[in-house]
T-cell receptor, first 113, second 113 residues
Framework: AQSVTQPDIHITVSEGASLELRCNYS??????LFWYVQSPGQGLQLLLK??????LVQGIKGFEAEFKRSQSSFNLRKPSVHWSDAAEYFC???????????FGAGTTVTVRA | DSGVTQTPKHLITATGQRVTLRCSPR?????VYWYQQSLDQGLQFLIQ???????AKGNILERFSAQQFPDLHSELNLSSLELGDSALYFC????????????FGSGTRLTVV
């Protein structure tokens, strides 16, 4: 069975500081991995995805994520957060032949001035 | 604007009632997926349609049903509503029947009172 664990329910970070959100997955084959962001009252927006190749993936809004197969992890990072990054972030896993994604419970990010 | 349109944005109804949620996929997308986001269950896959045909079912209750019409829009019907059905219902669409390229709508927030 496939599953995603996001160990941190809530993270508070100062504006301008770095941010790292953790994601651990369980998947029986080569995973396809995704990070989505959900701002209040909005839908889920894709930040980045990993299918294969370079394990460091660049996304939108200055985010990047690193796939580490040995650790079954796909952590999301941003070097310097902006107040507009306050949102809920979801990690998801699927596969090349999957019709659905399995989502983690999400991490809420609060940005303080 | 993601291109996936969901209506209504908010819905308040009483227990025992029936509601219909509507989703218009992004232009050119043939596949529609429905997800339920609740506080206790997180994001759960409900059902998928591809070019008018049901392709996959997830954790969808028997009280819930869906269909995709010839113009590719989809409707999710929820009946005999219970308080626990209160959630955010998302629609996503993609060109293929695979989860590799979802685009999410902004969701319908259903409140059952």
């Amino acid at each position: 069975a496939q599953s995603v664990t996001q160990p941190d329910i809530h993270i508070t970070v100062s504006e301008g500081a770095s941010l790292e959100l953790r994601c651990n997955y369980s998947y029986g084959a080569t995973p396809y991995l995704f990070w989505y962001v959900q701002s209040p009252g909005q839908g889920l927006q894709l930040l980045l995805k990993y299918f294969s190749g370079d394990t460091l993936v660049q996304g939108i809004k200055g985010f990047e994520a690193e796939f580490k197969r040995s650790q079954s992890s796909f952590n999301l990072r941003k070097p310097s957060v902006h107040w507009s990054d306050a949102a809920e972030y979801f990690c998801a896993v699927g596969g090349p032949n999957d019709y659905k994604l399995s989502f983690g419970a999400g991490t809420t990010v609060t940005v303080r001035a | 604007d993601s291109g996936v349109t969901q209506t209504p944005k908010h819905l308040i109804t009483a227990t025992g009632q029936r509601v219909t949620l509507r989703c218009s996929p992004r232009s050119g997308d043939l596949s529609v997926y429905w997800y339920q986001q609740s506080l206790d269950q997180g994001l759960q896959f409900l059902i998928q349609y591809y070019n008018g045909e049901e392709r996959a079912k997830g954790n969808i209750l028997e009280r819930f049903s869906a269909q995709q019409f010839p113009d590719l829009h989809s409707e999710l019907n929820l009946s005999s509503l219970e308080l626990g059905d209160s959630a955010l219902y998302f629609c996503a669409s993609s060109v293929t029947p695979l989860a590799t390229s979802y685009t999410f709508g902004s969701g319908t927030r259903l409140t059952v009172v």
